[in-house]
């Protein structure tokens, strides 16, 4: 059975571990950093792990508007939207992972570790040849 180009692009983002997210600086000029996806749901909502001390949280709070990408052997996916600060502790610990430990030794209650929420409204999809733009409901 042939899957939708938007099951097929959900599961690149399944399998990607990197991903690039941007965020804007206060000359409005984008600020794209690597980073290691922690969660994802769907194509346009995904979770990473930073420093609640870090660039681009005093970037987000001041302007929540983000671009995020990523990609896999000629498949990318590159979207703006919103991203959301979270620090509930609920929601740091259900997300913690071992790895983390290297940056915020204190474990799943560390002050400096911060959750970012982004969720994509529009979307650029590249997929084996099949180019799509979109706003995402």
């Known amino acids: 059975m042939e899957q939708s180009l938007e099951q097929r692009i ?6 990607c571990e990197d991903l690039i997210l941007a965020s ?17 749901i ?19 709070r001041n302007n929540p508007k983000a671009g995020l990408c990523y990609f896999e ?9 919103l991203v959301e600060i979270v620090n509930d502790d609920e929601k740091r610990k259900e997300l913690w ?5 290297r940056h915020y030794p204190q474990g799943p209650t560390d002050p400096n570790y911060v959750l970012l929420r982004f969720i994509g409204s529009s979307a650029t999809v590249w997929y084996e040849g099949e180019f799509v733009h979109e706003v995402i409901v």
Request: aromatic content about 8%; charged content about 25%.
């Open 73 to 81: 052997k000629g498949r990318s996916m590159v979207m703006t939207g």
């Open 24 to 40: 804007v600086d206060e000359d409005g000029f984008p600020r794209p950093i690597p980073m290691c996806k922690i969660h994802s």
């Open 97 to 101: 992972e071992e790895w983390m430990y």
């Open 42 to 60: 769907g194509t346009n909502e995904v979770w990473v792990s930073t420093g609640a001390d870090s660039v681009k949280v005093a970037q987000f």
């Open 10 to 15: 959900t599961r690149v983002l399944e399998r």
